[in-house]
């Protein structure tokens, strides 16, 4: 396991920011950390990074304790605002990291891959957030690491941009990395990452794949019957819908009624010309475990 946090509890003061929590990452695989400002994410980020010490518990990353050479070595960081000298180029900047931990020759294919070598010889004062954004995942990605910590990595993105950045996190987990991603783009995760874990008031309340979670939250599916002409309120009365517009009917079922509701949408064939369905997203999840109690 490339992470591996146990019971990890921290305090400050009579509070615990963390308690009690563990979660793992594996090689190349992807897990998003969620929860509200102030669950506990940045935390349980700092801790992994060894700037916080535990109360109790243990975190180690391939075996290494947070903060020491070894760790450090393996593991890298991007915060949500990233800083560098605004007097240096792109390339100045990076060139300077690569020589303390990194390939200087990987320097410009790096700039390539994160959409930067039309400005490398630009000053970083004249980059724009996301652009700064980009020179931070460039950074990031320099050393090869096997665990990386990102937050907040998209602030700043264009969607485009973002779209590129989830094939470099693709990459990077094909490649072997364990990364660890927390973002409030949930609609992002969603289709971006192998599982999800939820904190709440410093305590992780769920930690699955999407579909585990919507299984185990067992929230409604959400359907949406597009009907033919004059035909909106027959639907609606056979399903016990609600009618939309004159032109669809709209109900929700449970996972294991899907199929027998189906079943009756498609023996209505002659008077049904579409049908959408709609499991429930992970902003629905994230707001179910959030706000149960622990």
């Known amino acids: 396991m490339t992470l591996d946090v146990h019971a990890a509890t921290v305090r400050r003061g009579k509070l615990e920011t963390l308690s009690q929590v563990s979660l793992s990452v594996a090689e190349g695989e992807r897990v998003a950390l969620i929860g509200h400002n102030g669950a506990g994410k940045s935390t349980l980020m700092k801790a992994v990074l060894g700037l916080v010490p535990l ?19 393996t593991t890298a960081y991007l915060p949500e605002s990233v800083s560098f000298h605004p007097a240096l180029t792109g390339r100045e900047m990076l060139y300077m990291l690569a020589s303390m931990k990194g390939d200087k020759k990987a320097v410009d294919p790096l700039l390539e891959r994160v959409g930067l070598a039309h400005a490398a010889n630009r000053r970083i004062s004249t980059y724009s957030k996301g652009m700064r954004q980009r020179v931070g995942l460039a950074q990031a990605l320099l050393a090869r690491p096997r665990l990386a910590i990102l937050d907040e990595p ?47 008031q410093g305590q992780l309340v769920a930690n699955d794949t999407l579909s585990s979670l ?50 009756r949408i498609a023996e209505m064939e002659n008077v049904i010309s579409d049908v959408d369905l709609a499991p429930p997203c992970l902003d629905d999840l994230y707001k179910h475990f959030s706000e149960e109690v622990a």
């Open 214 to 263: 919507r299984r185990d939250a067992g929230l409604p599916i959400r359907v949406r019957v597009t009907t033919k002409e004059s035909s909106n309120g027959y639907v609606a009365e056979q399903l016990g819908g609600v009618p939309v517009n004159g032109q669809s009917v709209e109900l929700t079922c449970t996972a294991e009624h899907k199929l027998k509701l189906l079943g």
């Open 55 to 73: 109360f109790s518990g243990e975190i180690s990353i391939l075996g290494e304790k947070p903060g020491s050479k070894k760790a450090r070595k």
């Open 154 to 200: 998209t602030s700043g993105l264009d969607p485009l941009s973002r779209g590129e950045f989830y094939q470099l996190v693709d990459e990077m987990a094909a490649d072997g990395t364990a990364v660890m991603i927390s973002s409030h783009a949930l609609t992002e995760l969603e289709a971006k990452t192998d599982r999800i874990a939820v904190l709440r």
